[in-house]
């Protein structure tokens, strides 16, 4: 049996990651979502232990003493952090698992494992990026601008991932996120774990 693979999204909010991440996992089998723990409160909708582990600021220092994480990192203000477990055992048992974490998440992911499918996701345009974020509404005008600047410091590390999936058509970027992890899933390498010396037996 081969290792779990992990596939890293990051990208600008408003880039449409989120709902990429959701249809990869209604549509790949042996997918899992890694849930993230976070200080900040849920929103409207969002179910603790499914879209997050919701935690207070306590608790979660407590979590980073105890080398509970994999990765954590403070982002727009509310600290996120990815338990370490749940990717240990999902890559033992050969589960493959998807993250939605921000640039310096994937970072840490990047140096600690130095394995992960690292896939940027974000529109072809800056202006379409803040008309997506002024649609969402959910963003007060003081956040909008602090978003946009965290957008452009995000983009600089865009030089650090696999893949670019350029978000203007769900569909398409549906399509490219579902070709990465199909030929992810095909690389040599991996699938070669898959073929054992009882192949011809
Ligand atoms: P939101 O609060 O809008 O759900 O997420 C804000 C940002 O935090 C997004 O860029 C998201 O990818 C990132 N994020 C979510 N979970 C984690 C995590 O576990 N670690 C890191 N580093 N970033 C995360």
Known sequence: ??????????GPSGGGKTSLVKEALKTFKNLSFSVSVTTRKPREGEVDGKDYAF???????????????????????????TPLEELENARKSGVDMILDI??????QIKEKYGAGVFCFVLPSSFGILKERLIERGSEKSG????RLSEAKREMEEINNYDYIIINDS??????????????????YSRAAERIGKDYFA
């Open 170 to 187: 769900f569909n398409e970027a549906f399509d490219c996120l579902s070709a990465v992890i199909k030929s992810a899933r095909c690389e």
């Open 55 to 81: 935690v207070s600021e306590a608790e979660f220092r407590e979590m980073i003493k105890k080398g509970k994480f994999a990765e954590y990192a403070s982002v727009h203000g509310h600290l996120y952090g």
């Open 143 to 146: 956040d909008l601008e602090k």
């Open 1 to 10: 049996m081969r290792e779990g693979i992990l596939f890293i999204v990051s």
């Open 102 to 107: 921000d640039i310096q998440g994937a970072r």
